[in-house]
């Protein structure tokens, strides 16, 4: 998986519901893998399918209307259980950006360090997203991480985003936090070496 992000363009998949939490993300019946793969195709499971498996063809991500990186989500994304296979799904989906008002904070860094970037808007910025959406379900958004800026093209309104600074550099290198000390191994062995002079 790569985690590297800078600037993307993509068309939205909206889902304004608030307060969703990490068993409607990933129900718990499963997490009994260990390891990121196979999890997106179990996104938002039971919201998806019904109990007998057939796709519920009501839910957004089972129509052919939105199609794209960027998740569009009501407050409180991410609530509920610790769970990092929460992210894990999201990921595996494909999205690459979750765009919300506000996060529960263990899912924001689970998302950060698995690759996706939750974007903190406004209420009026998310509420601008979700009406150019229903007008336009081609509509797109820019996320700048560079920059700290998304933009809704369809309006043409900008906003500024908060990021943590390491997580920022993490996501534009490319890097987990374990290739992050890898790739400053010579600086610690260098600060060791002096340490224990």
Same mark, same amino acid.
């Given at each position: 998986m790569s985690f590297k992000f800078n600037k993307l363009t993509s068309a939205v998949v909206p889902l304004p519901l608030e307060n969703v939490d990490t068993d409607q993300i990933i129900p718990a019946r499963f997490l009994k893998a260990t390891t990121r793969e196979g999890f997106g195709e179990h996104l938002f499971r039971d919201w998806r399918y019904d109990r007998d498996g057939k796709p519920n063809p009501d839910f957004v991500l089972n129509g052919d209307t939105y199609r794209? =990186?960027?998740?569009?989500? $009501?407050?409180n994304f991410g609530c509920g259980s610790s769970r990092e296979h929460a992210a894990w799904a999201i990921a595996g989906y494909g999205f690459r950006a979750v765009v919300s008002s506000f996060f529960a904070?263990?899912?924001? $860094?689970? &998302?950060?360090?698995? $690759? @996706?970037? *939750? @974007? @903190? @808007?406004? *209420?009026?910025?998310? &509420? $601008?997203?979700? &009406? /150019?959406?229903?007008?336009?379900p081609h509509m797109t958004l820019t996320v700048d991480l560079e920059n700290r800026l998304i933009t809704n093209n369809a309006s043409g309104v900008a906003e500024s985003f908060e990021?943590?600074?390491?997580k920022r550099d993490c996501l534009l290198q490319g890097l987990d936090d374990i290739d992050y000390l890898l790739s %400053?191994?010579? %600086?610690? =062995?260098? /600060? =060791?070496? =002096?340490r224990f002079r």
């Amino acid at each position: 998986m790569s985690f590297k992000f800078n600037k993307l363009t993509s068309a939205v998949v909206p889902l304004p519901l608030e307060n969703v939490d990490t068993d409607q993300i990933i129900p718990a019946r499963f997490l009994k893998a260990t390891t990121r793969e196979g999890f997106g195709e179990h996104l938002f499971r039971d919201w998806r399918y019904d109990r007998d498996g057939k796709p519920n063809p009501d839910f957004v991500l089972n129509g052919d209307t939105y199609r794209g =990186e960027i998740l569009v989500t $009501g407050k409180n994304f991410g609530c509920g259980s610790s769970r990092e296979h929460a992210a894990w799904a999201i990921a595996g989906y494909g999205f690459r950006a979750v765009v919300s008002s506000f996060f529960a904070d263990i899912f924001k $860094g689970n &998302a950060l360090n698995n $690759g @996706v970037l *939750p @974007v @903190v @808007v406004t *209420p009026a910025f998310l &509420a $601008g997203i979700f &009406a /150019c959406a229903a007008d336009d379900p081609h509509m797109t958004l820019t996320v700048d991480l560079e920059n700290r800026l998304i933009t809704n093209n369809a309006s043409g309104v900008a906003e500024s985003f908060e990021i943590n600074a390491y997580k920022r550099d993490c996501l534009l290198q490319g890097l987990d936090d374990i290739d992050y000390l890898l790739s %400053r191994k010579d %600086r610690i =062995e260098a /600060c =060791e070496m =002096e340490r224990f002079r």
